[in-house]
């Protein structure tokens, strides 16, 4: 009888456990540091490093770790350095905090809470964070989103954040970790004390955006559309139902909404030459292309190139744009900034100082999405690349 008990316990530990609060995350992954220090802001860190070596880190008292060959040498504070193969330092409390950095840069400090794994790693530090997936949340939403945002704005960047840490939990795994910190990932430079972004986060903890099969949608977004979403199939080779084409009001006196450039005739010209239009074509239609409607290619005659080639040679804002010809110059004139898939982040953030919902935002932005549970959606697969 008790052992029944046991084993249906069991069972319904497995069934309804949520998934991990907890998300592994290698920090300063874009500069690959050579050697870090660390400092405990709150509460007291254990720092074990193998071999049962280990000391206690009180607050205001430095970690200084550096590569030394295959190895690590540490410091503690004013103590002898000693090397160790691998090192961890566990938080005492749930408030554990501490301040890392890498050693050359003085001014680099970022605030951490959780746990801190550091291995060596070609010729680098791999600096691991093991943090509570509301607080990296919030830290996401802070470098992505930005202080002093609406709340209902904030709450979509939580969200969109959560769904892409879900959807993207085993990208990392083979390198011993879930997401870089860089935007290979998402950004993610520390946590915040900002009170109305972490209430963003944690007012809307576990929702996921999931598509009407239930699968973690990709929560694609960009900075402005300029007045009309791209469908995700016209950039990527994928169509994706709820990143179709929409029309959005709500970006268009905004600050990324419009732009132009200015680029000599006899550049463009030579461009178009050397990506094999003839002279004929340029005279006839290229030299005056206007978009009404976002269009896919540059076309002329019979030669045609898709948008995104020009405005990746050319670093454009975005591929929304008209051609026009003034003295010895070409003006474009262009809409919006980014990619152009998925969510308009200027356009959300008007929508909710017009008092729209984060949910009312998601809705417009990914249409036929439904906002879950985590533990309601469809588990991920396999690892999305
Ligand atoms: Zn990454
Ligand atoms: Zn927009």
Redesign the pocket.
């Known amino acids: 009888m008790i052992i029944k008990r046991i084993l249906i316990f069991c069972l319904a530990c497995t069934f309804f456990t949520p998934l991990s609060s907890q998300v592994k995350v290698?920090v300063f992954?874009d500069t690959s540091p050579l050697s870090a220090l660390l400092t405990v802001d709150e509460g007291e860190y254990l720092l074990d490093a193998g071999y049962g070596k280990s000391s206690r880190i009180r607050r205001g008292e430095l970690v200084f770790i550096s590569r030394a060959g295959n190895r690590l040498a540490v410091k503690i504070h004013n103590g002898k350095i000693f090397l160790c193969d691998s090192l961890y330092l566990s938080g005492s409390a749930d408030n554990s905090r501490f301040s890392l950095r890498e050693g050359e840069n003085s001014a680099g400090w970022r605030r951490y809470d959780g746990d801190l794994k550091c291995i060596p790693d070609l010729g680098s530090l791999l600096l691991i964070n093991i943090c509570d997936a509301d607080s990296y949340i919030s830290g996401v939403v802070m470098a992505e989103g930005g202080p002093g945002r609406h709340p209902a704005y904030l709450k979509t960047q939580a969200v969109i954040a959560r769904t892409y840490m879900y959807r993207?939990m085993n990208?990392?795994l083979s390198d011993g970790f879930n997401?870089?910190?860089?935007i290979?990932?998402?950004a993610f430079k520390g946590i915040t004390t900002d009170p109305i972004v972490q209430e963003a986060s944690i007012s809307t903890r576990n929702e996921v955006i999931a598509g009407p099969d239930s699968a973690l949608i990709i929560a694609a977004f960009h900075s402005n559309c300029g007045g009309e979403t791209v469908c995700a199939g016209d950039v990527w080779l994928t169509p994706q139902p709820y990143l179709t084409r929409i029309t959005d009001p709500h970006c268009l006196n905004s600050r990324n909404a419009l732009w132009r450039k200015s680029i000599t005739l006899t550049d463009w010209i030579n461009y178009l030459i050397k990506s094999g239009c003839d002279k004929k074509n340029i005279v006839s239609g290229l030299l005056n292309f206007s978009q009404k409607t976002r269009l896919t290619d540059y076309k002329a005659g019979d030669f045609s190139m898709p948008l995104k080639q020009i405005r990746d040679h050319f670093g454009l804002r975005s591929t929304f744009f008209s051609v026009a010809v003034e003295g010895d110059s070409v003006i474009l004139k262009g809409r919006g900034y980014g990619h152009g898939v998925g969510l308009c982040q200027e356009g959300a953030i008007e929508m909710a100082l017009k008092g729209f919902s984060y949910r009312q935002i998601i809705g417009f932005y990914y249409p036929g999405v439904k906002i879950l549970g985590i533990n309601e959606a469809k588990p991920v697969e396999k690892p999305p690349l």
């Open positions: 290698r992954s993207h990208r990392h997401l870089c910190d860089n290979h990932c998402q």
